[in-house]
Every structure is written in structure tokens, then in C-alpha cells.
């Protein structure tokens, strides 16, 4: 099993520009940064879920915002980040396949190490 990294910052695959929904403002609303790190979470994460809850955001306001009047730039960088997502999880997936995964090994309430253990074929 090998130690997985984060891939930096610079060899990440560009994310793709889009204009930000124009919304009135409020400091707790969908500020054009928070659109765009939005759709970074939603292509690291991969889950709209997850990268709603990254940028402190209800999964049903991200669903609002999509479809409101100005979006279509934000719905074309939605689709993209996804696409990006989606094929993160594929290698993840394919990655424990083939190595297997670690399971973590309790006693008595402490953990005492991981067991490497392969998916069934």
C-alpha cells in the first residue's frame, strides 16, 4: 500500500473560469469567493454535498443558486468540477482494488495499528 499524498496546487488541472452569479450581498451569502471556492471543493470533493458543507453553505442553496437568473456560467463550471471529482473517486476506487485498504485495529477503546486487507474479486 503506498502513502498517498496530495497533489499540489500547481499540478492540479486548471479549474475552469466562470462568472459569478451576481447576487445582492451579504456577508453570509454567495459572495463571488465562495462561488469559487465552491466549485474548487466540488472538484476536490467530487460530492456537492461535502464541498456545500466546505464553504459553510446548505447543499440546497447550492441547488437555488444553480438555478437562478445568471447562472449559466456557474452551471458550465458546476458540470466541470464535477467531471473532475467524479474521475478522483474512479482512481480512489481503482486504487483500493487493486492495493487493498487499511483497516484500523482497536483494543480495549485505543488504536493500536491497521491491517491491510484487499477488496473481494
Not at 23 to 45: N, V
Not at 70 to 81: D, K, L, T, V
Request: net charge positive; aromatic share 10%; with cysteine.
Amino acid at each position: 500500500m503506498q502513502n498517498r499524498t496530495p497533489i499540489a496546487a500547481a499540478a492540479r488541472p486548471p479549474l475552469p473560469e466562470f462568472t459569478p452569479v451576481p447576487r445582492k450581498y451579504r456577508h453570509d451569502g454567495w459572495t463571488p469567493e465562495r462561488q469559487k471556492a465552491f466549485i474548487a471543493a466540488l472538484a476536490d470533493t467530487g460530492s456537492v454535498r461535502r464541498a456545500a458543507a466546505m464553504v459553510n453553505m446548505a447543499q440546497t442553496n447550492c441547488y437555488t443558486l444553480r438555478r437562478a437568473p445568471g447562472a449559466e456560467s456557474f452551471r458550465r463550471a458546476w458540470e466541470a468540477a464535477l467531471d473532475f471529482g467524479v474521475a478522483r473517486l474512479k482512481d480512489i476506487a481503482f486504487e483500493r482494488a487493486i492495493d487493498g485498504y487499511l483497516v484500523p485495529v482497536f483494543v480495549a477503546g485505543k488504536l493500536m495499528g491497521a491491517l491491510g486487507k484487499s477488496c473481494p474479486a
